[in-house]
């Protein structure tokens, strides 16, 4: 769960007790300025897209930098949990060496509010060996959490696990 939805979910469950207590009159609720739009399943669902595309660059540091400050990634061959932008480069330093192409398999996403939404399904990834050339695809379960941070979406978890079943 998000800072940001943990939040909302309190202000659900204080409005939702305002209503039990009986509220005599008329509640007009209003927005305030008007609200940001919510981003469609698609727009999200292409965020995955940028990250493919920017994992061809090859470049540790440009993936990274598509993660939030305090992002967790849990990957898929490591056992280390990364929590910070220097352990995310050092991952991907590691993972970029096999030439990595993902292709979505299936995909659910979910669209919280106009600053976050949550991407999970199962991607697949074509590696290639750095020794010997010889390619091999892994099957994943995924889930990508993402924020606005200034204007910009960003990865604030992300989980991908090898499928136990293969």
Not at 24 to 49: M, R
Request: glycine share 6%.
């Amino acid at each position: 769960m998000t800072r940001r939805s943990i939040t909302k979910r309190a202000a659900i469950v204080a409005a939702t007790a305002v209503v039990a207590l009986g509220t005599v009159g008329t509640v007009v609720a209003t927005a305030g300025p008007e609200q940001a739009k919510k981003p469609s399943q698609k727009q999200i669902a292409t965020l995955f897209d940028t990250w493919n595309a920017t994992l061809q660059t090859g470049d540790a540091d440009k993936v990274a930098k598509l993660y939030a400050k305090d992002a967790v990634l849990l990957p898929t061959v490591s056992n280390k949990v990364r929590t910070d932008h220097a352990e995310i480069v050092d991952y991907f330093e590691h993972f970029l060496q096999n030439k990595p192409v993902g292709k979505k398999v299936q995909t659910v996403v979910n669209v919280l509010d106009s600053d976050s939404a949550i991407d999970t399904g199962v991607y697949e990834f074509t590696l290639t060996d750095p020794k010997s050339g010889d390619k091999r695809v892994v099957e994943a379960r995924y889930s990508y959490t993402y924020e606005k941070e200034n204007g910009v979406w960003k990865i604030v978890n992300h989980h991908s696990s090898a499928m136990p079943e293969g």
